[in-house]
């Protein structure tokens, strides 16, 4: 869902039909960031202070910035990821910039957040391009939307009652 690198970040999970974008996080690691949660993080207000003193005390404490939180996407979710750069293109022999992906983790250490291509490649997060936009298509691969329960009534043997 996240990779343990963004496992201290607050973080909440996907939900199908939102935006998203690819974001370098605090701690250095890229994930995967609502668009607006990136833009309201980034708008922080520009204090301009005046004086030796109030730039020696912002150099040693910093504001805090407010954390922008991660969005988790469980394994199995559909994505629509834009704006492929080309050189990712023709080492992973896609047609477009936009192509529909299956998340996945892989089984390795370290980055485990990939995403897998319909010609069966598959691309670490990591190497994503900070900014890049990804839609969240459906949270798990299956194409149909769940059937509606049948009534119970209509499960019951005839004659009988429920």
């Given amino acids: 869902m996240c990779d343990y690198s963004l496992m201290s970040l607050p973080n909440r999970l996907a939900v199908a039909g939102e935006e998203l974008m690819v974001h370098r996080f ?16 980034r708008q922080t207000p520009q204090v301009r202070e005046r004086g030796f003193w109030a730039h ?55 980055f485990r957040d990939a995403i897998r291509f319909a ?3 598959e ?12 839609r969240v298509l459906a949270l798990s691969s299956e194409e149909s939307e769940l059937e509606p329960m049948p009534d119970f009534e209509s499960l019951a043997p005839s004659g009988s009652t429920v």
């Fill in 26 to 41: 605090e701690l250095g690691s890229m994930g995967l960031a609502s668009v607006a949660d990136v833009c309201h993080c």
């Fill in 56 to 110: 020696l005390k912002r150099f040693f404490f910093p504001p805090v910035l407010e954390s922008c939180p991660a969005v988790c996407v469980p394994p199995g979710a559909r994505l629509l990821v834009r704006d492929i750069p080309e050189r990712v293109q023709q080492e992973l022999k896609l047609s477009e910039p936009i192509q529909e992906v299956v998340f996945t983790q892989l089984a390795t250490i370290g």
């Fill in 119 to 121: 010609n069966g490649n």
């Fill in 123 to 134: 691309l670490l997060l990591q190497r994503l391009t900070e900014g890049q936009r990804v």
